[in-house]
């Protein structure tokens, strides 16, 4: 006799199986909400940099520069570097864009993407030396940045320098996970055409990663791993990933220096705009401690207006937790840190020798955004850990707090963004194109 079986009768499945799909499902999500936050951070970066790109005209720069975009694109990369001590990367897109349609709005168009690019960059930046929370928390900060958005709404080189900056930092440390000369090849090549985006700024990261680079290899050898304990790389991979990346900066370096020193020469001691303005005092300045000092004081009043005191000082707490586990971190990640904690006095300190009496304009302590926004968003996430231990979020007092130091982080920022996108309190030079015409209309075509 047959008896049909009932569910109750069923045999329940496998404990092993349950768990192998608990286990699925936890990683489809892990996965899955790092990448819902780049996409909603990366939707709101488009939408606060594409909106109004041509609210207003060119001011004097971008006039400056995309007057070149109407001559051929060899003289157009010619006179970019000659008349404005930049590398062709940026002109060319720009060209590009002028060819497709000549308006204010497709010539800034390439910037707000490339701002874009950076906050990506960032993220990854972010989720590879910690977290993907740091890396969200940094991307949404430098999202709301005030002169990230000033620099991705202009047809200038910065917006471009910045991307390939982040990008160059986060493909060294894909080059240090797997030292294949594959890596270590896109590496040398992105970092020698972050130099060609605007040559100062990039090419000191260049200098610092081989200094670092260097010291790193010296010590490496002569204390012969004695702390590889603290680094699950193995010793012998990780001196050949060093020699390796060693290698690709030296050789980037290389290549890039007599183009550097080409523009200089030619931008400030030729018929460069900046020397028929009378701005061709680089030089060796005998007064150099003062000037770095003002510098010094130019980039902090920069982050303090942008970013404003909480993020600040939570930068600061940063890099003092940073410090404080330095051991507990991997040998890749140290360098990449090191690099990001030294390129900002060396920008400065190097500036104040051959900047002369120029100014230490605002926008140049661009490259400081991002490294801000890393070691605010380590300090806000360590402290948020701290606090979830403490306050149970079930309860209402826990998730209050939670919204409450959400909301005081982003407040500051978001409401400058706010109203800079109202009002952008910048110069309209348009009133003397007739005299930046004689100055930047190349007549020896």
Same mark, same amino acid.
């Given at each position: 006799?047959?008896?049909?079986? &009932? #569910?109750?009768?069923?045999?329940? #499945?496998? =404990?092993?199986t349950?768990?192998?799909?608990?286990?699925?499902?936890s990683?489809?999500k892990s996965?899955?909400?790092?990448? $819902?936050?780049?996409?909603? %951070?990366?939707?709101?970066?488009?939408?606060?940099r594409?909106?109004g *790109?041509?609210?207003?005209?060119?001011?004097?720069?971008?006039?400056?520069?995309t007057?070149?975009?109407?001559?051929? *694109?060899?003289?157009?990369?010619?006179?970019?570097?000659?008349?404005h001590?930049?590398?062709?990367?940026?002109?060319?897109?720009?060209w590009?864009?002028h060819r497709s349609?000549?308006?204010?709005?497709?010539?800034?168009?390439?910037?707000?993407?490339?701002?874009?690019?950076?906050?990506?960059?960032?993220?990854?930046?972010?989720?590879r030396?910690?977290?993907w929370r740091?890396?969200?928390?940094?991307?949404a900060?430098l999202?709301?940045? #005030?002169?990230?958005?000033?620099?991705?709404?202009?047809?200038?080189?910065?917006?471009?320098c910045?991307?390939?900056?982040?990008v160059t930092?986060? =493909? =060294?440390?894909?080059?240090?996970?797997? #030292?294949?000369?594959?890596?270590?090849?896109l590496?040398?090549v %992105?970092?020698?055409? &972050?130099?060609?985006?605007?040559?100062?700024?990039p090419a000191?990261l260049?200098?610092?990663?081989g200094?670092?680079?260097?010291?790193?290899?010296?010590?490496?050898?002569?204390?012969?791993?004695?702390d590889?304990? $603290?680094?699950?790389?193995?010793?012998?991979?990780?001196?050949?990933?060093? +020699?390796?990346?060693w290698?690709a900066?030296?050789?980037?370096?290389?290549?890039?220096?007599?183009?550097?020193?080409?523009?200089?020469i030619?931008?400030?001691?030729?018929?460069?705009?900046n020397?028929k *303005?009378?701005?061709?005092n680089y030089?060796?300045?005998?007064?150099?401690?003062? @000037?770095?000092?003002?510098?010094a004081?130019?980039a902090?009043?920069?982050l303090?207006e942008?970013?404003g005191?909480?993020?600040?000082m939570?930068?600061?707490?940063?890099? $003092?937790?940073?410090?404080? @586990?330095?051991?507990?971190l991997?040998?890749?990640?140290?360098?990449v =840190?090191?690099?990001?904690l030294?390129?900002?006095?060396? %920008?400065?300190?190097?500036?104040?020798?051959?900047g002369?009496?120029?100014?230490?304009y605002?926008?140049?302590?661009?490259?400081?955004?991002?490294?801000?926004?890393?070691?605010?968003?380590?300090?806000?996430?360590?402290?948020? +850990?701290?606090?979830?231990?403490?306050?149970?979020?079930?309860?209402p007092v826990?998730?209050? $707090?939670?919204?409450?130091?959400?909301?005081?982080?982003f407040?500051?920022?978001?409401a400058l963004?706010?109203?800079? @996108?109202?009002?952008?309190?910048?110069?309209?030079?348009?009133?003397c194109a007739?005299? *930046?015409?004689?100055?930047?209309?190349?007549?020896? %075509?």
């Amino acid at each position: 006799m047959t008896v049909a079986s &009932t #569910p109750s009768m069923q045999a329940a #499945p496998p =404990l092993g199986t349950v768990r192998a799909a608990r286990d699925t499902v936890s990683v489809a999500k892990s996965r899955a909400v790092p990448i $819902a936050a780049l996409v909603l %951070v990366l939707a709101v970066a488009a939408g606060l940099r594409l909106t109004g *790109l041509d609210r207003e005209g060119y001011w004097g720069d971008e006039y400056a520069q995309t007057q070149l975009y109407g001559l051929s *694109l060899h003289h157009t990369c010619y006179f970019a570097a000659v008349r404005h001590a930049f590398g062709p990367p940026d002109f060319i897109i720009g060209w590009l864009a002028h060819r497709s349609s000549p308006t204010v709005w497709m010539c800034r168009l390439p910037s707000a993407i490339w701002g874009v690019v950076a906050i990506a960059a960032c993220f990854c930046l972010g989720r590879r030396l910690f977290s993907w929370r740091e890396g969200a928390v940094a991307a949404a900060l430098l999202t709301l940045c #005030p002169l990230h958005l000033l620099i991705s709404q202009e047809a200038r080189p910065y917006s471009i320098c910045l991307a390939f900056m982040l990008v160059t930092l986060v =493909l =060294l440390l894909r080059a240090f996970e797997r #030292p294949t000369w594959r890596r270590v090849a896109l590496f040398g090549v %992105v970092a020698f055409t &972050t130099v060609m985006t605007r040559s100062f700024t990039p090419a000191v990261l260049l200098l610092v990663i081989g200094v670092v680079m260097t010291v790193t290899l010296l010590r490496t050898r002569r204390h012969k791993y004695r702390d590889v304990a $603290a680094t699950p790389i193995d010793p012998s991979r990780e001196e050949v990933g060093l +020699k390796r990346i060693w290698i690709a900066t030296l050789a980037a370096g290389l290549l890039a220096m007599p183009a550097v020193a080409f523009m200089y020469i030619t931008c400030y001691a030729g018929d460069g705009v900046n020397s028929k *303005l009378g701005l061709n005092n680089y030089g060796i300045d005998p007064r150099y401690m003062p @000037k770095v000092a003002r510098y010094a004081g130019s980039a902090a009043t920069t982050l303090l207006e942008n970013y404003g005191p909480i993020v600040a000082m939570l930068a600061c707490a940063g890099v $003092a937790f940073t410090f404080a @586990k330095w051991r507990k971190l991997t040998s890749d990640r140290r360098i990449v =840190l090191a690099v990001m904690l030294l390129v900002g006095p060396a %920008v400065i300190a190097i500036y104040a020798v051959v900047g002369g009496t120029h100014l230490y304009y605002s926008r140049y302590c661009f490259y400081l955004m991002p490294i801000c926004a890393i070691f605010a968003a380590t300090a806000l996430v360590s402290i948020m +850990k701290t606090l979830s231990s403490r306050l149970s979020l079930s309860r209402p007092v826990g998730r209050a $707090a939670l919204c409450l130091g959400i909301v005081t982080l982003f407040a500051y920022p978001a409401a400058l963004s706010a109203g800079f @996108k109202e009002t952008r309190h910048r110069r309209d030079w348009r009133g003397c194109a007739a005299q *930046l015409g004689e100055l930047v209309t190349p007549d020896d %075509v």
